[in-house]
């Protein structure tokens, strides 16, 4: 988290910087759903590769620098994601025993993104322009922490699942409109493909009142489709 305020704080600091130098670009901030496809929302107990992710939401903080009078510039961008966890599908082989009832708590994927990359811009007209980005960078990926009350006829137990964090390489490409509402803000519309692989390492997963406790090591594949609308401050 301190590191997320403390990368929102830069950009502040450099959009200042060139609003002084008269350049052309935008901070902007924009909220919206997360949408999980692929692997990551695969919910089938069987498949090791299955992620359980439900439909989420994110919020990012973005920088768009134009280079020189061109259609062409960098951009920056800060994003928190939250996808949660589909508990009945994770725990649906438990589901199908008879006499088995289960209560679950928490569970869900979060993600802390830093990216970098370029992009290029058409107007349309003087009010709407179409832009494309490309960008990668550092993705914080932590996994859920599920915890699931089982009771069936040998009694109550609780089995755990421990949230762990890990980083990974992102790639996120995306296109969108922005649409002029006067000489300092923008309307922002953005839609984007984003994908990362985390390993976790000493996931652990016990059952507490029966000696059972192990960790494992494992791989999630995270792709997820965002659409986020905003606004932009430009300078």
Known sequence: MKKTILIMLMLL???????????????????????PIGEFAEQDPDNESAGFADLGAMVDLSLVYRIGKGQYGVTAMVRSQLNPVDEEALFSDVLQEPGISFDTEG????MRTALLGAFGSVAFSDKISFHARVMAGIVGVSSPNVEATVTGPAGTFIVEQSSENASAFGRLYGGGFTFNLGNKIALITNLDYFTATPEFSNVEVSINDIPFSTNQSLSQKVVTVNFSVGLGLKF
Do not use: H, K, N, V
């Not at 569970?107 to 979060?110: D, V």
């Open 107 to 110: 569970g869900r994927w979060g």
């Open 13 to 35: 600091a450099i959009a200042t910087g060139m609003a002084a130098q008269g350049e052309r670009g935008y901070l902007g901030i924009s909220l919206g759903p997360s949408i």
